[in-house]
């Protein structure tokens, strides 16, 4: 069993930061892409940034410039910087992460966490 638990999430107003973090734990073999998605109400879910299973970081157009993604790989740890919060940036974050865990530790598998809400308002 895998499990993600996001913590951070609040009400904070609008120029502010948040930071966000997601921790997997459970019968993990290895975890591959770990990211950051968010859904508004009424709006389908997008992707904030990820981190891909190389390294590398990518965000999405709305996140370029004020957050900043990174992963503590000893702590199965993924964390999201949030600065500069708009009341746009209101939604629910829900973290992803395709890990390969005891059953299928070469065949990944997406898990999500239950998401945590990020109010930006004044």
């Known amino acids: 069993q895998v499990q993600l638990v996001e913590s951070g999430g609040g009400l904070v107003q609008p120029g502010g930061s948040l930071r966000l973090s997601c921790a997997a734990s459970g019968s993990i073999f290895s975890i591959y892409a770990m990211g950051w998605y968010r859904q508004a109400p009424g709006k389908q879910r997008e992707l904030v940034a990820e981190v891909t299973a190389g390294g590398s970081s990518n965000y999405g157009d709305s996140a370029k410039g004020r957050f900043t993604i990174s992963r503590d790989y000893a702590k199965n740890t993924l964390y999201l910087q949030m600065n500069s919060l708009k009341p746009e940036d209101t939604a629910v974050y829900y973290c992803?992460?395709?890990?390969?865990?005891?059953?299928?530790?070469?065949?990944?598998?997406?898990?999500w966490g239950q998401g945590t809400q990020v109010t930006v308002s004044s």
């Open positions: 992803n992460a395709d890990i390969g865990d005891m059953s299928h530790k070469w065949d990944p598998i997406p898990y």
